[in-house]
């Protein structure tokens, strides 16, 4: 039977950041948009503590404890630019949103 | 091996799901099989606490923020077709660096360092703490603050101008 080692938590880390990536690209619903950032966070989360077990090394659990209450933070708050956008313009597509971009 | 490739498996699998579902409803529920298969692997890698934190946090917490927000506005489904061109031609050149980054990095990465495990006291909750409280006590406070400011900022912008929120129906 083949060992899981770290390289096996990096590649899975790494496909969740893929898919992610191009969640945030490719769908205009802006729930949607949010989610995927929380997948890259994810997988960034993996990336840490796949590390912190190699080296031994208990910083990079510190790291993800910081990423977890960091991603809690900009979740409340997209999801509260989400509620005013939504108020502003009845629908949570983001395509209409360009105002800002010149 | 086998736990591991098949929480591999459900989380991949159940990402795709999220991005790709029109109904985010659908979305947020196989977000929360993405977020319980890693922290599954949290447990395979010696963070117990992780995976615990992961649960409570995101599952319990972050996720049912989305799901409430998503009842709330009663979002629907996302119309097929529509959208940018240049918006999809933007995602597909974007999953096509990953892949060959990850093919490159297949090629790079033979030869590569097998894990040592943590012992059991490295492990236990005790380490953890002593680090998060002294080492590293100053970026801690600052996440609180962080967190308080976060939530001025949601009940800023979710409440509407000017009047109270016991006043709309939404």
């Given at each position: 039977m083949l060992e899981v080692g770290t390289t096996h938590y990096l590649v899975l880390s790494f496909l969740l950041f893929a898919i992610g990536v191009v969640g945030i690209l490719a769908r205009r619903n802006m729930i949607t948009v949010l989610m995927s950032i929380e997948l890259v966070l994810n997988s960034v989360n993996i990336n840490f503590i796949a590390f912190s077990y190699q080296l031994g090394d208990l910083t990079g659990q510190i790291f993800a404890i910081f990423t977890i209450a960091v991603a809690a933070g900009e979740a409340a708050v997209g999801l509260g630019i989400l509620l005013a956008l939504y108020r502003l313009r009845e629908t949570t597509q983001l395509d209409g949103a360009t105002e800002m971009s010149g | 091996m086998a736990v591991f490739a098949l929480f591999a498996f459900l989380a991949v699998a159940s990402a795709m799901v999220v991005v790709t579902h029109r109904n985010p409803v659908y979305s947020v529920m196989s977000l929360v099989v993405t977020l319980i298969s890693l922290a599954v692997m949290f447990v395979l890698l010696g963070a117990p606490f992780l995976a615990a934190l992961q649960v409570l946090?995101?599952?319990?917490a972050i996720l049912v923020l989305f799901l409430f927000v998503i009842m709330l506005l009663n979002i629907e489904r996302e119309a097929p077709g529509g959208g940018h061109k240049l918006q999809k031609l933007g995602a597909a050149l974007a999953a096509l660096v990953f892949a060959g980054l990850l093919a490159t990095w297949f090629v790079a990465a033979q030869g590569a360092v097998e894990p040592v495990p943590l012992d059991a006291e490295a492990v236990a909750l005790v380490p953890l703490a002593r680090h998060l409280f002294s080492t590293y006590l100053l970026p801690f406070e600052i996440v609180g603050v962080l967190l308080l400011a976060a939530v001025i900022a949601a009940t800023a912008l979710a409440r509407r101008g000017g009047t109270s929120v016991g006043e709309d129906e939404a």
């Open positions: - | 946090v995101y599952t319990g």
